[in-house]
């Protein structure tokens, strides 16, 4: 992202530009997924990354310019995280993988701060419209690898055929942002698991044989 950072007259910033654009968006970051966006100030973001006014003021004149690309930062790392998550699921055992990979990360701070896309939703989307249509279509992706692993399940004949991959990944992803506010509201990852568990037993209601289409030996090595 911040490779592709222009300056406002619309030049290419230097090395040090795009290190310097780069920490302030850094901090940024970290500080609104921790504190929120509504108290986290421009001031606050550049003492935490130790710039200048200046500095700052060149980069992100304003709050809402910031606050984009923290979006599109967020957003960038999470779909990276779950494309290399989810890029071969074919297979139940896949679904369970990537389950226990988002639970295991999330556990880390024992929930406490959420889905860094979701918490950027909740606060933003009836605040400020452009942010709202650019996290809808972020979840869109998100969503779509999902369904894309569950397209390729029914292709290899592990989901019966009208399993609706579309609505099936409506409901994981559904199962997911409730159980990272359940898992931030009591501070532990337990809900969390559980409304992921029932997400996928749902998958596994059409599953296209008595296993739950397990993988096989050959599907397992593809992973």
């Not at 998550?85 to 024992?110: H, I, K, T, Y």
């Given at each position: 992202?911040?490779e592709q950072?222009?300056?406002k007259?619309?030049?290419r910033l230097?090395?040090r530009g795009r290190?310097t654009r780069?920490?302030?968006l850094?901090a940024?970051?970290?500080m609104?997924?921790?504190?929120?966006?509504?108290?986290t100030?421009?001031?606050?973001v550049r003492a935490?990354s130790?710039t200048s006014?200046?500095q700052?003021?060149?980069h992100?004149?304003d709050?809402?310019?910031?606050?984009r690309?923290?979006?599109?930062?967020?957003a960038?790392?999470?779909?990276?995280?779950?494309?290399q998550?989810l890029?071969r699921l074919?297979?139940?055992r896949?679904?369970?993988?990537?389950?226990d990979a988002v639970?295991?990360?999330?556990?880390?701070?024992?929930?406490?701060y959420?889905?860094?896309?979701?918490?950027?939703?909740?606060?933003?989307a009836?605040?400020?419209?452009?942010a709202?249509?650019?996290?809808?279509?972020?979840?869109?992706?998100?969503?779509g690898l999902?369904?894309?692993g569950?397209?390729?399940?029914?292709?290899?004949?592990?989901?019966?055929a009208?399993?609706?991959?579309?609505e099936?990944?409506?409901?994981?992803?559904?199962a997911l942002q409730?159980?990272?506010l359940?898992?931030?509201?009591?501070q532990?990852?337990k809900?969390m698991?559980i409304a992921l568990d029932?997400?996928?037993?749902?998958?596994?209601?059409?599953?296209?044989s008595?296993?739950?289409?397990?993988?096989?030996?050959?599907?397992a090595?593809?992973?």
């Amino acid at each position: 992202m911040a490779e592709q950072a222009r300056v406002k007259n619309g030049s290419r910033l230097t090395e040090r530009g795009r290190a310097t654009r780069e920490r302030i968006l850094r901090a940024a970051g970290d500080m609104m997924y921790v504190k929120g966006v509504s108290l986290t100030t421009l001031d606050d973001v550049r003492a935490a990354s130790g710039t200048s006014k200046s500095q700052l003021y060149r980069h992100y004149p304003d709050k809402d310019a910031l606050v984009r690309d923290v979006v599109a930062l967020q957003a960038a790392e999470v779909l990276e995280r779950h494309q290399q998550l989810l890029r071969r699921l074919n297979s139940f055992r896949g679904l369970e993988r990537w389950r226990d990979a988002v639970v295991e990360r999330n556990a880390l701070r024992n929930g406490a701060y959420g889905c860094p896309l979701g918490s950027l939703a909740s606060e933003l989307a009836d605040q400020d419209e452009e942010a709202r249509k650019e996290i809808a279509r972020h979840f869109a992706t998100w969503e779509g690898l999902l369904e894309v692993g569950l397209l390729r399940m029914k292709d290899s004949g592990v989901l019966r055929a009208d399993a609706d991959a579309a609505e099936l990944a409506t409901g994981l992803m559904a199962a997911l942002q409730g159980g990272y506010l359940l898992a931030q509201t009591a501070q532990d990852v337990k809900p969390m698991r559980i409304a992921l568990d029932m997400a996928i037993a749902h998958v596994r209601a059409y599953a296209a044989s008595a296993e739950g289409g397990e993988a096989t030996e050959g599907e397992a090595e593809g992973r």
